[in-house]
């Protein structure tokens, strides 16, 4: 019982520092000088620091999850439809064994 506890508390701690880890990665904690002094403000995860404010990224593709998804989906179609195709044009030769012949033999019928 209590090592099933032990898995459990684990788990959730490994879940917690996730979720803690996520949320601190989402931002972006950026800072510039006025006056001498530092002035701090924190951006989003799709945004950049561009000096006094946050500036949106034009185009940040490679950032999204499904992007990778989509991509190693289509590498696979395309591998898989490669090799059907590659199957239709050069199909492999058949072997030259001989055909298998079943033959039945009959028993002589006996008589009583």
């Not at 209590?2 to 601190?24: D, F, N, S």
């Not at 800072?31 to 949106?56: A, K, L, Q």
Request: with cysteine; aromatic share 16%; proline share 4%.
């Amino acid at each position: 019982m209590q090592e099933r506890m032990k898995r459990h508390g684990a788990a959730v701690l490994l879940l917690t520092l996730c979720a803690v880890l996520e949320c601190i990665e989402a931002k972006k904690y950026c800072w510039y000088f006025e006056g001498g002094y530092p002035i701090y403000f924190i951006c989003r995860s799709y945004e950049d620091c561009c000096g006094t404010r946050c500036c949106v990224r034009a185009l940040s593709i490679q950032r999204l999850w499904y992007f990778w998804l989509l991509l190693m989906m289509g590498v696979l179609f395309c591998c898989g439809a490669g090799f059907f195709i590659r199957r239709r044009m050069y199909p492999s030769a058949l072997s030259e064994e001989p055909a298998f012949n079943v033959s039945f033999t009959r028993q002589p019928v006996s008589t009583p």
